[in-house]
């Protein structure tokens, strides 16, 4: 089963987003398209009964980056 965690948009490029899971470093920062069968709305977790997870070991919880050659270099979104 896969972990649902609460996670904020660190930037966006074209179709790309840059994901960045809350209380997670930045090591653990990920790029999806936008459409990404992964990525959820706010509340779709509590609508569906799917908890959401807030590891703050990532270690722990056997979570690795999905690719380490990312480039990270992308604009970052205003507040």
């Known amino acids: 089963e896969k972990l649902l965690c609460p996670a904020t948009v660190k930037a966006v490029k074209g179709r790309l987003v840059l994901i960045s899971f809350d209380g997670w470093t930045d090591e653990y920062d990920q790029l999806y398209d936008f459409r990404s069968d992964e990525l ?3 509340g779709w977790g509590e609508m569906v009964g ?3 997870q807030a ?3 990532p270690a722990e919880a ?3 980056p ?3 050659n990312d480039d990270h270099e992308m604009e970052e979104t205003e507040d």
């Open 62 to 64: 056997g979570i690795r």
């Open 50 to 52: 799917h908890a959401l």
């Open 40 to 42: 959820f709305p706010c």
């Open 55 to 57: 590891p703050s070991k």
């Open 66 to 68: 999905k690719n380490d």
